[in-house]
């Protein structure tokens, strides 16, 4: 099927496989679903290994950076 400028579809599977900087090793995997309008992206929807991630993140924080547990940045426009 092919895909339409005015309304396209995107999946992706990420594999992300690195060491942070003191040598701890981060391999994880995410998908992403996207969807474009007109060639701009106007929605993304990412799957990722929480786990992976927090445990990546726990071990930055104890090494100093208290950044690393830091909220989420988000996009979302506050419902009112």
Known sequence: MASSPWATRIATRVRISSSLRDGYPYD??????????WGRITEIHTLEDNVVLTRALDHIAESGNLEAHAPPITDTAPVR
């Open 28 to 37: 994880n995997v995410f998908m992403q679903n996207m969807r474009m309008r």
